[in-house]
């Protein structure tokens, strides 16, 4: 142990399964080397955290999807949840039963050349999606684990991550204060909306100017992915936009295709093609939203989110940019972006109006926690625990009570769920908040300090972090902290140093 001068780091990440051993081997090359994604072994990749980007279930589907359509004919991939060692010797697997399954025998009526989930990586799909069995996996010791595909868009998809918890729909806590203030800018051409990690910015915005508020008012929600993904904003706007032609009369794409006058680029929006090249974008939305107006006769132009904003790479901004100085896009839509407080923007966004959503207040964490508490018999001192630790963020404190289910703390009996642990029960970070928090530091700067501060579980100087940190091999810039704090990711609180 003498000379050791790193922390072992030890982090959730989405683990892809391949039938085929060569296809892992020349993944990185298929998927013109995506950050992130790393080989542990001769069938398995690991999708991790990068800064802004945390890799959770959706991302890794995206990645499998895309190795699966340019690996070899007949690939099967299985998406599973695990964790990974980092340190000086590399990237490790941590022990995982149904890996070794896996290796030992192919699971029974399993369709060949697609992508599967197991149970517990179809429960941490984001809301929009529908997933249906598909297969079985059966363990050593003969139990049969469930496999999953995705089914299409749920119909009552949502944008935010949790809609349902504990077997119901978790109700959403109203804001007045800054519903307010969105509400003042519900007409503006261009409006931004910014806050930090698990703020609640998207259901506030849903339930503020969305389809929560009017529900009869045609809008579309478009959530950017990272490039690693294969995401494309444009081609996402537009196929959103051939749906919303349909005009209840069904579904018929080459139809909603002509519609909007894009029928020359059904190859890219209904295939595999890549997008054409010299394809004048700006013109090719603006264009799309005004024969949107005309085909469905909308007196009210479109409501368009484009939200997780900070996702978004430098060429999809300036095409935001360009977009949303339109006049076209002016005329026939009401722009909204929502992003995290670092997100940098166009030089012309300076002027446009911005609403900054601070984290729940007092009364609406007690709100919160009434609902998410209700019925399950938790101890008054644990409910307590948790709410004070999440510290006003629904996402972290949704996720705590996940992580519960997990670990069996949360158990169901008959339909509810009850609580089943110790009255010193304290709150733990479930994968996916551990995941969104890893990728959020990183974009902010160097990991280090928030890692170290995780470790030591009690307030800590900053100078006393970056102390620790060049001990490890890592230089902070003077007043490292502050963007951490800007971003809201860290407070200032009394420590055991007295400063």
């Not at 190795?67 to 995982?96: H, M, N, S």
């Not at 908040?433 to 990183?442: F, G, Y």
Request: glycine residues 10%; neutral net charge.
């Amino acid at each position: 142990m003498l000379g050791r001068t790193y922390i072992p780091l030890r982090i959730p990440a989405v683990l892809l399964h391949v039938s085929e051993e060569r296809c892992a081997d020349t993944a990185a090359a298929l998927l013109h080397d995506p950050p992130g994604l790393h080989q542990l072994g001769a069938k398995l990749l690991a999708v991790l955290p990068i800064p802004g980007d945390p890799g959770d279930v959706e991302e890794a589907v995206r990645l499998a999807e895309r190795l699966r359509r340019q690996g070899p004919a007949g690939l099967t991939v299985i998406v599973l949840p695990g964790q990974v060692r980092v340190g000086p010797e590399g990237i490790f697997a941590e022990p995982e039963p149904l890996l070794d399954d896996l290796e030992r025998r192919k699971p029974g009526s399993l369709a060949g050349g697609q992508v599967h989930l197991t149970g517990r990586a179809a429960s941490r799909l984001e809301q929009r999606w529908s997933a249906e069995r598909s297969g079985t996996c059966e363990t050593a010791a003969g139990s049969l684990i469930p496999l999953f595909q995705l089914a299409g868009r749920r119909p009552d998809a949502v944008p935010w991550h949790t809609a349902r918890l504990m077997g119901r729909a978790l109700d959403y806590v109203a804001r007045p204060a800054v519903e307010q203030e969105l509400r003042a800018y519900a007409e503006a051409p261009v409006l931004r909306v910014s806050g930090p990690l698990g703020c609640g910015k998207t259901r506030t915005v849903w339930n503020t100017l969305g389809p929560g508020a009017n529900p009869g008012a045609p809008s579309l929600w478009i959530s950017f992915k990272s490039a690693r993904t294969g995401f494309d904003v444009a081609a996402e706007l537009l196929r959103e936009l051939m749906h919303l032609t349909a005009l209840g009369g069904g579904y018929d794409p080459w139809r909603a295709l002509a519609r909007l006058d894009l029928v020359g680029y059904g190859e890219w929006l209904l295939g595999d093609r890549e997008r054409p090249q010299g394809t004048d974008l700006t013109g090719l939305l603006a264009r799309a939203l005004e024969l949107w107006r005309d085909a469905t006769g909308s007196p009210a132009p479109l409501r368009l989110v484009f939200d997780d904003l900070q996702t978004a790479a430098a060429a999809d901004l300036q095409l935001l940019e360009s977009l949303t100085a339109d006049p076209r896009t002016r005329r026939n839509a009401r722009i909204v972006l929502v992003g995290r407080k670092r997100t940098r923007g166009p030089a012309t966004w300076a002027t446009l109006p911005e609403v900054a959503l601070p984290f729940l207040t007092a009364a609406e964490s007690t709100t919160l926690a009434e609902g998410l508490f209700r019925g399950l018999l938790m101890p008054a001192e644990v409910q307590q625990r948790l709410a004070e630790t999440a510290a006003g963020c629904p996402f972290a404190l949704e996720e705590g009570l996940a992580r519960m289910i997990q670990h069996r703390r949360l158990r169901r009996h008959y339909g509810n769920f009850f609580y089943s642990g110790s009255r010193d029960a304290d709150f733990e970070p479930s994968f996916r908040l551990i995941q969104h928090i890893e990728a959020e530091v990183s974009a902010l700067g160097d990991p280090m300090p928030a890692r170290l501060l995780a470790v030591a579980e009690t307030p800590v100087p900053a100078l006393e972090l970056a102390s620790a940190s060049l001990f490890l091999g890592v230089q902070l810039p003077l007043h490292w902290e502050a963007t951490f704090l800007a971003a809201e990711l860290f407070h200032r609180a009394p420590s055991p140093w007295g400063l």
